[in-house]
Nanobody, 117 residues
Framework: QVQLVESGGGSVQPGGSLRLSCAAS????????MAWYRQPPGKEREFVAI?????NYPDSTKGRFTISRDNAKNTVYLQMNSLNPEDTAVYYC?????????????WGKGTLVTVSS
């Protein structure tokens, strides 16, 4: 029903910046919230940012990462600044449907971000 495609990943140096994009297609009207998650090597997937009524971030990304969306383009972005090696991970875009549409979650295939000197 909803397809998500991430892009913008790559390799950057510590202190650098990167912007990820997530293009949504399909039943866009069913989407309630959009979020970003990441999975560092050897670790569990973790929450990065969410765009709902407002935005929210965990302590690990707050002040450095910014989630935004362009509804006209059906795209959500993740601006990442002051990157450090601990930010190295596969970043996944997530969309959650409205409860009236079933409340299911959709995931992109991920894009790799590598932060190293």
């Amino acid at each position: 029903q909803v397809q998500l495609v991430e892009s913008g990943g790559g390799s950057v140096q510590p202190g650098g910046s990167l912007r990820l994009s997530c293009a949504a297609s399909g039943n866009i009207a069913s989407i309630n919230t959009m979020a970003w998650y990441r999975q560092p090597p050897g670790k569990e997937r973790e929450f990065v940012a969410i765009s709902a009524v407002g935005t929210n971030y965990p302590d690990s990304t707050k002040g450095r990462f910014t989630i935004s969306r362009d509804n006209a383009k059906n795209t959500v972005y993740l601006q990442m600044n002051s990157l450090n090696p601990e930010d190295t991970a596969v970043y996944y875009c997530n969309a959650k449907a409205k409860l009236s549409w079933g409340g299911m979650s959709y995931w992109g295939k991920g894009t790799l971000v590598t932060v190293s000197s």
